[in-house]
């Protein structure tokens, strides 16, 4: 199988075996590895890949970069799959693929702090390629890639498109702020409108891509900061 051909602002670093690139990514970023460093795992039943950032903002700002790369992830399948194919993305991380659950982003930092400038920022995705459970169709919300007629979707062509995809989006954000990330965004978003937990409707994300869930009269906001997955 051949390696991901990655552009010029990026550096890709391959992993074996079972080991976690999202892990790994953390791992490298506090050791002050070069922001734009891509580590990836591409196995036959999985695909999995994390980008270590090196942000210049608040941490409440830079986490703009999970439903950036998310978007160009979803831009990036979108291109490579069939037409009748649909890419959706939840607001907790989950991608979905013709209405099921098939992989999930995550992110990390340096810190937790949303007014601090964080050192790093890692955003990470997964995505199943095939399934391995004994009776797949016993959970139809669950999918893998090839079970949608995506099988002659290469995973190596997928990392390197969502690298560019997620570049592009980076240099527009980096010149145009929140707006055309968000307004993508929320064109792929699940639920919208719909009932979220017991007595909740989500109505949708603020400026900087907070969920926003009515209850009642209240509306309160959960921002994407909740979704840190740092050591603590």
């Known amino acids: 199988m051949s390696e991901p051909v990655f552009p010029p602002l990026l550096t890709g670093h ?15 970023a506090a050791l002050g590895c070069d922001a734009g460093t891509v580590v990836y795992s591409i196995q036959a039943d999985r695909v999995r890949a994390a980008i270590v950032f090196a942000p210049e903002v608040a941490l409440q700002d830079a986490m703009a970069m999970l439903p950036l790369c998310a978007v160009g992830f979803q831009n990036a399948l979108g291109a490579l799959a069939p037409p009748e194919v649909a890419v959706h993305l939840g607001w907790e991380g989950l991608i979905c693929v013709n209405g099921a659950k098939c992989g999930v982003f995550r992110v990390a930092a340096s ?15 997964e ?9 797949p169709g016993e959970n139809p919300d669950v999918t893998a890639l090839y079970d949608e007629g995506c099988a002659d979707v290469s995973a190596t062509q997928l990392v390197e498109s969502w690298s560019r995809h997620m570049l592009t989006w980076l240099n527009r954000w980096q010149e145009e702020g929140n707006a055309p990330v968000h307004g993508e965004w929320m064109g792929l978003l699940r639920g919208v409108g719909e009932p979220f937990g017991e007595t909740g409707v989500f109505l949708g994300t603020d400026e900087r891509f907070g969920m926003l869930i009515r209850q009642g009269s209240d509306t309160q906001l959960r921002p994407l900061t909740e979704l840190l997955e740092n050591e603590k």
């Open 127 to 135: 995505l199943a390629l095939l399934q391995t459970s004994d009776a």
């Open 14 to 28: 391959p992993v074996q075996g079972g080991e976690d690139p999202f892990d790994r990514a953390q791992a490298m």
């Open 111 to 125: 810190g937790t702090d949303p007014q601090a400038e964080p050192d790093w920022l890692i955003v990470g995705w």
